[in-house]
């Protein structure tokens, strides 16, 4: 029938219509492929349908050295901080396609003039769509926010990457630190019990009364129990540092690394203007700024309400004639106009500027404490290496020289010895001390921004501690 193929070509005109009006206004820069691009590049995984990442593939070396760059580059797979941090970026992203995708067109079905008495009658039939017509800048706006939103998270996953890398140094320079004293402890254990053994000689010899064995013993003990701790306190490095890392298996003694006998000194003015200069947590923080800003403005044009255009065809009963509808219809912003909701996006505004001043105290604040404990623990380090140890090993050098001369007895020689395994162990806690303060450091100026001051000269190294010896010459006698 004529009216039916007047109605079809009708139909195929207002849809054709209708997402011509929606295409119109379109943005065909921005595509669905563009932002999976990005966020590939990004090196932001996809999730599958169920919302789970794929497996990472990185893991430390199964043989040979591990150093710090390993553990630092299987984190950047593994560790679920950073994971989280992207997908963060995968969820602005994905809001920020959505905010530039245009409103859909409402289809409907209408029947009007239908007589309760008259049957059917002159009844008009159509089908409609309606394309709501953004006007204004409000979608323009909106991808504005969600791109400033993107970049935000884009610069938050820096931040936790710069605060997981720190505490993976911080560990890794603590079970270095641990090694490096197991390693110092198993020296003195073996000086030890050489002593022990000379002492339960010349005890079994009758030249000795037994406090000469029982004081070396309880020195033995109080070494082996170090040794213990030592050995808990590895395992639990070692499990702290893999489960940064991302949940792998780390050895330690595989580990490179060693604690550094001079650090340099820090210039803190130039420290404080890397931080505020290059810091990603400031980064993040204006990056918030940029998407509160284009928020508010988001806000602002949505006051201007959409356009709704309809463009209907059908034919009416009776006369069997095909009719064609336009209309035209928007939302008067009498009473809401979106007041609140700008009111609130200023102050978002304001209250992330506010933050950012906060973020920088803080970030100022940890560098100072980080400094100060780095310079503490440096003075002393540069004590106990250049005056205390040395002079420990010279007098335990001149106690020895005197025991085998029979100028010293055998409990100075102890004491000489206790005193300079003090210093030596001291030494080396100071080294970790140092170690774990600049690890603090840097994990607030990042790796490329410790700038150090003029390297201390080269230090002689500590020499080793002699074996007492098991007997003394013979008609050697302990001089008043």
């Known amino acids: 029938m004529p009216h039916r193929a007047n109605t079809a070509l009708l139909f195929t005109v207002c849809l054709s219509a209708a997402a011509g009006l929606a295409g119109c206004a379109g943005d065909g820069a921005l595509t669905g492929r563009k932002i999976l691009d990005d966020l590939e590049r990004a090196r932001v995984p996809a999730p599958d349908t169920t919302g789970r990442a794929p497996e990472a593939a990185a893991d430390l070396p199964a043989s040979g050295p591990v150093s710090l760059a390993d553990l630092l580059t299987v984190a950047e797979a593994r560790n679920p901080e950073l994971a989280?941090?992207?997908?963060?970026?995968?969820?602005?992203?994905?809001?920020?396609?959505?905010?530039?995708?245009?409103?859909?067109?409402?289809?409907?079905?209408?029947?009007?003039?239908?007589?309760?008495?008259?049957?059917?009658?002159?009844?008009?039939?159509?089908?409609?769509?309606?394309?709501?017509?953004?006007?204004?800048?409000r979608r323009h706006a909106a991808v504005d926010a969600a791109s400033a939103e993107e970049a935000a998270r884009v610069a938050e996953v820096e931040a936790r990457r710069r605060a997981v890398f720190g505490d993976i140094a911080a560990e890794h320079a603590r079970l270095v630190a641990v090694r490096e004293q197991e390693r110092l402890y198993g020296e003195l254990r073996d000086l030890a019990n050489r002593t022990l053994a000379g002492a339960q000689t010349r005890f079994e010899a009758r030249a000795a009364p037994e406090l000469d064995v029982i004081r070396p013993r309880v020195e033995l003990y109080r070494i082996e129990a170090s040794l213990a701790?030592?050995?808990?306190?590895?395992?639990?490095?070692?499990?702290?540092?893999?489960?940064?890392?991302?949940?792998?298996?780390?050895?330690?003694?595989?580990?490179?690394?060693?604690?550094?006998?001079?650090?340099?000194?820090?210039?803190?003015?130039?420290?404080?203007?890397?931080?505020?200069?290059?810091?990603?947590?400031?980064?993040?923080?204006d990056r918030e700024i940029d998407a509160a800003t284009a928020t508010l403005a988001r806000v602002d044009a949505e006051r201007a309400p959409d356009l709704d255009v309809r463009v209907a065809a059908g034919h009416r009963g009776e006369s069997d004639d095909g009719i064609v509808e336009f209309g035209v219809g928007m939302t008067l912003p009498l009473w809401d106009t979106r007041q609140g909701d700008i009111l609130s996006s200023r102050f978002e505004v304001m209250r992330a500027r506010q933050r950012r001043a906060a973020i920088e105290n803080d970030l100022l604040g940890r560098l100072?404490?980080?400094?100060?404990?780095?310079?503490?623990?440096?003075?002393?380090?540069?004590?106990?290496?250049?005056?205390?140890?040395?002079?420990?090993?010279?007098?335990?050098?001149?106690?020895?020289?005197?025991?085998?001369?029979?100028?010293?007895?055998?409990?100075?020689?102890?004491?000489?010895?206790?005193?300079?395994?003090e210093a030596r162990v001291a030494l080396v806690d100071l080294a970790r001390a140092v170690a774990a303060a600049r690890a603090r450091v840097i994990q607030v100026v990042g790796p490329d921004g410790l700038g150090e001051g003029p390297d201390v000269p080269p230090q002689p190294p500590v020499l080793p501690v002699e074996s007492i010896p098991a007997e003394r010459p013979q008609g050697a006698e302990v001089k008043p």
């Open 84 to 137: 989280a941090a992207r997908s963060g970026v995968g969820v602005a992203a994905g809001q920020r396609w959505q905010a530039s995708l245009y409103p859909n067109p409402r289809a409907d079905v209408s029947v009007e003039d239908v007589s309760w008495r008259n049957g059917a009658g002159d009844v008009k039939t159509t089908v409609g769509f309606t394309q709501p017509i953004v006007l204004g800048n």
């Open 229 to 285: 701790r030592l050995a808990q306190e590895r395992m639990a490095c070692a499990r702290a540092l893999g489960l940064l890392v991302g949940g792998v298996d780390v050895d330690a003694a595989r580990l490179t690394g060693e604690l550094p006998p001079v650090p340099g000194a820090l210039d803190i003015a130039a420290l404080e203007s890397t931080v505020r200069a290059t810091h990603p947590a400031l980064a993040v923080a």
């Open 368 to 421: 100072s404490e980080a400094a100060g404990a780095y310079a503490a623990a440096r003075a002393q380090l540069d004590t106990f290496r250049d005056r205390i140890v040395p002079d420990a090993q010279r007098a335990f050098d001149q106690v020895g020289e005197g025991y085998r001369g029979g100028r010293s007895s055998f409990l100075d020689l102890l004491d000489a010895q206790r005193t300079l395994t």
